[in-house]
């Protein structure tokens, strides 16, 4: 569930200000600071929060102050979404900013006042530029160097959706661990357009065997690949795992060396159904979750 400001920033700042300054708030006023990453669980600041702070209350450099925090709320879900499907828009407006939250599952808390608030503060901070209902998108998702925290499938932008897996994968490096239950083998054009030898060494995919990913064309597509990439110093094997021995794990992943990504299956990607492909903070973890179950699945082409 989205959380939305209910108040106006310079309020937020004096929040932000006393507790930099250890003194006491209520919960329910840094709530909206937790929700965007600057106080942390304990009500402190966090990494970005002390960095904001430092800016703004201490050396009183503005500018540093609004690109911390700028960097922030790009990462912020009910941004990205705002960012996402407004951008290059003409005409855009709040209400069609309310609208793509609601449509995305993010209407909950949501009024006229809260999103305005929101829209002032993205504008504030020159994500985008907000006059008598307006919207701009300045930041565009599509163009930044990295990939948002949260990359949004919607039926309404199917291209996009593959092209985000594209560069989700392509920010892997070392190697791609992608662990689908329902992996689909066109996805493995997908690898075969990112796979840089200069970037990656190995590719791993774990799925179940399913009657639409082990057929005779499915194998041979895979056959042709693990040969081709082969001329690129890229491993690649697909392995099947019993569905008894994976019940317990429901989330996909794309691992690298460094990154993780929490994925819907490939089938939703590509239909559009609603979801999300998350950036996870857990990539050692993940990747040693993926080599046990590594170690019990079989080729799939055996």
């Not at 904001?52 to 912020?76: C, G, M, N, P």
């Not at 099947?240 to 021995?245: Q, R, T, V």
Request: one cysteine or more.
């Amino acid at each position: 569930m989205a959380i939305y400001p209910t108040k106006a920033w310079v309020n937020y700042e004096a929040i932000l200000k006393s507790i930099g300054e250890k003194r006491a708030v209520a919960d329910s006023d840094s709530r909206f600071l937790s929700a965007i990453g600057l106080v942390d669980g304990d009500g402190s600041l966090t990494e970005s929060g002390t960095k904001y702070f430092t800016a703004k209350f201490v050396q009183r450099d503005e500018d540093s102050a609004r690109a911390a925090l700028q960097a922030i709320l790009i990462d912020y879900p009910a941004v990205g979404v705002i960012c996402q499907f407004l951008s290059g828009v003409p005409n855009a407006d709040k209400g069609n900013a309310e609208s793509i939250l609601r449509n995305q599952g993010m209407g909950d808390g949501l009024t006229d006042r809260s999103l305005g608030s929101l829209l002032t503060l993205m504008s504030t901070t020159g994500v985008i530029r907000y006059s008598k209902g307006t919207i701009e998108v300045l930041i565009h998702p599509a163009q930044m160097e990295t990939v948002p925290a949260s990359v949004f499938v919607s039926r309404a932008t199917p291209f996009g959706n593959r092209a985000w897996l594209r560069r989700i994968l392509r920010e892997c490096d070392g190697f791609i661990y992608w662990l689908d239950k329902h992996f689909l083998p066109i996805a493995l054009e997908n690898l075969w357009e990112v796979a840089d030898g200069r970037q990656i060494a190995e590719i791993r995919i774990i799925s179940l065997k399913l009657q639409q990913n082990s057929g005779r064309k499915a194998l041979r597509d895979y056959h042709d690949l693990v040969a081709e990439l082969a001329h690129k110093s890229i491993s690649i094997e697909w392995r099947a795992i019993d569905s008894k021995l994976i019940r317990d794990t429901h989330d996909r992943w794309i691992i690298g060396s460094s990154t993780a990504r929490n994925v819907p299956d490939v089938g939703t990607i590509y239909s559009g159904n609603h979801s999300e492909l998350n950036r996870s903070d857990q990539a050692v973890e993940l990747r040693a979750l993926f080599e046990g179950y590594w170690a019990s699945a079989t080729p799939i082409d055996q």
